[in-house]
């Protein structure tokens, strides 16, 4: 395609090499200049709104980004689908100003001693370039990118930028200052100017969260500048290094949010808050503060109120093990134990039994420390230490309710354990979880905590171990990635949510009758095997046949 330098592109001459490459058919192209009436931010723009098929790659279309691709081949620049998770926001956002920025519709992506790579979506304009050279002392090196990411991005990234310079200068005058906007906040005054920084980045951060798909976000106080850490998929992400000030003053904006204590910064603090971000996202946060020596720091995890709706096959339970799990879930006594690491997805699976479970014909109570989702359907009671308010007192306090089905949030002590039996024993459905490594390992940490040998036989009636393991991308699965570019949703990491792996235990007479005295975990684990239990390993190869996830994430989650 030949045009001259310094030139916008044309709408009429990027459908003649459409044409040309045989992409489009003359009458898609007639349809286009039909539709195009008013024109566009950018001529690519105006050909992806109609999402016409695509007459070189059967069954795909022409979007935004095959267009920026095929041109980006066509003038010789690399293509850049932006990842702002992969860009250094916090060294890039300052770089080029704003109106220099918006003015030619560039926007800066990565810098290092000697270049500056900045991504366009007109790559025959090119007079910004001796300026931006001259000014910053370093060659640049042009990306091609979509004009959508380029607009959204650079509104985005020069508004974080200024608020976080606004931000730092407030907080450079001083603890003592500092000390005072922050009590201005807890007496809910009027918000000053700079207050309004700080506003602006707790939404910008919180709205990025959502956008990334992140269940956990982390604000990590350093000497000198503060971290904030997405967790994606089950691994962190740093994203932005705030200037220490900053970041002690967004713990401080999201506490007082949480109505914490905005003071206290000596022991650890719990709360829990719900935002309404833009496009009427609803998200509820639990945060959870830790002193450090350099301040507080933060870990929020976003429950989208849609998980309480989740169904099994959501979750990746499914077939055989799911119809197993569901006969234990009619029983009308006994103890349901879920078994599993921090972050391996208990809480999921136990929300969508309990929502399967909590029918108007039956009262359904928990126990939970903290409150992990807000479901109305539930009578939930919050663990308090400092009343005297533990899980056994708990439990004892709602078995006078008269409960029908108790949900308690972990058995941690011996205590607990036996007000859980007793409820068993007494005619109520109790469902629970421990932190062991498999189904079988919670009978040994029952017998660990005092439990009689006799009272687990006669209460357990199944333990369903879990993990997660990441998905891989459908993306990236049955279709061809041209070398030099990466998948647009995985990020060229293979992989896109994750799944459950399941191990459901149901005891046998055989099984119960091995417990004992001398019960070696090694030989229930083996006896459990020998009767038919697929454990976690067998349900995630059962999963990689499908064409779920890979022996790598397998390995890696399950050793």
């Known amino acids: 395609m030949h045009t001259a330098d310094h030139h916008d592109l044309d709408l009429n001459r990027l459908l003649d090499a459409l ?16 539709r195009a009436s008013e024109p566009p931010e950018h001529p690519l723009e105006a050909i992806a709104t109609l999402a016409l098929a695509d007459r070189q790659h059967p069954g795909q279309r022409l979007d935004l980004d095959t267009l920026c691709q095929w041109l980006a081949d066509k003038v010789g620049q690399p293509f850049l689908r ?12 300052g770089l080029i100003p704003r109106g220099f920025a918006n003015r030619h519709g560039i926007l800066a992506v990565a810098v290092d001693a000697h270049s500056v790579t900045v991504a366009s979506a007109q790559p025959y304009q090119r007079e910004w370039e001796a300026d931006l050279t001259r000014s910053l002392g370093k060659a640049v090196r042009r990306v091609l990118a979509s004009p959508v990411q380029i607009r959204q991005l650079g509104h985005s990234l020069f508004r974080l930028a200024h608020s976080v310079q606004g931000a730092g200068q407030q907080a450079h005058t001083g603890l003592g200052d500092l000390e005072q906007l922050l009590e201005r906040g807890k007496r809910q005054a009027e918000t000053s100017a700079d207050d309004a920084h700080i506003v602006h980045i707790v939404d910008w951060l919180l709205q990025y969260a959502i956008e990334q798909r992140a269940s956990d976000i982390h604000l990590e106080p350093r000497r000198e500048q503060g971290q904030l850490r997405y967790r994606i998929d089950g691994l962190l992400h740093t994203v932005y290094a705030f200037p220490a000030g900053v970041t002690l003053a967004l713990v401080s904006r999201l506490k007082h949010l949480a109505r914490m204590d905005v003071a206290e910064k000596r022991r ?8 309404h971000l833009a496009g009427d996202i609803e998200v509820e946060l639990r945060l959870s503060t830790l002193p450090t020596p350099f301040g507080e720091k933060l870990v929020l995890r976003l429950f989208d109120p849609q998980q309480l709706h989740e169904d099994f096959d959501r979750l990746g339970l499914d077939g055989e093990v799911l119809e197993q799990w569901q006969g234990l879930l009619r029983q009308r006594q006994g103890i349901i134990l879920l078994t599993g690491p921090t972050g391996s997805g208990k809480t999921s699976t136990l929300y969508a039994s309990l929502k399967r ?53 972990e058995i941690r002590d011996r205590e607990t354990a036996q007000v859980a039996v007793q409820a068993a024993l007494t005619g109520h459905l109790v469902l629970s979880t421990l932190h062991t490594n498999d189904a079988c390992g919670a009978i040994t940490r029952l017998q660990e905590l005092g439990v009689a040998d006799y009272l687990i036989k006669a209460t357990l009636l199944g333990v369903m171990a879990q993990r997660l393991v990441r998905t891989l991308c459908p993306g990236c699965l049955g279709s061809v990635i041209d070398q030099g ?28 009758a091995a417990i004992g005295p001398q019960t070696d975990l090694a030989s229930l684990r083996q ?3 020998r009767e038919g239990l697929h454990d976690l390993r067998h349900n995630g190869e059962a999963k990689i046949a499908r064409g779920l996830t890979s022996l790598t994430e397998l390995l890696r989650v399950c050793g």
């Open 527 to 529: 006896h459990a095997l």
């Open 357 to 409: 479970l909590a029918t108007p014909q039956v009262n359904l109570c928990t126990i939970e420390d903290p409150i992990e989702r807000l479901e109305p359907a539930f009578n939930q009671l919050q663990v308090q230490p400092g009343l005297d308010l533990g899980f056994a007192n708990g439990v004892r306090a709602l078995l006078r309710q008269d409960p029908d089905i108790i949900m308690i949030g």
């Open 268 to 275: 650890p603090q719990d709360g829990r808050l719900k935002s």
């Open 82 to 93: 932006i990842d702002p998770l992969q860009l250094d926001l916090a060294q890039i956002s």
């Open 485 to 512: 570019s990466t998948c647009r949703q995985c990020r060229g990491t293979g992989y896109h949510g994750r799944t459950g792996l399941f191990e459901l235990l149901i005891p046998s007479e055989a099984l119960r």
């Open 19 to 34: 044409l040309a490459d045989h992409r489009l058919q003359p009458s898609d192209a007639l349809l286009i200049l039909e």
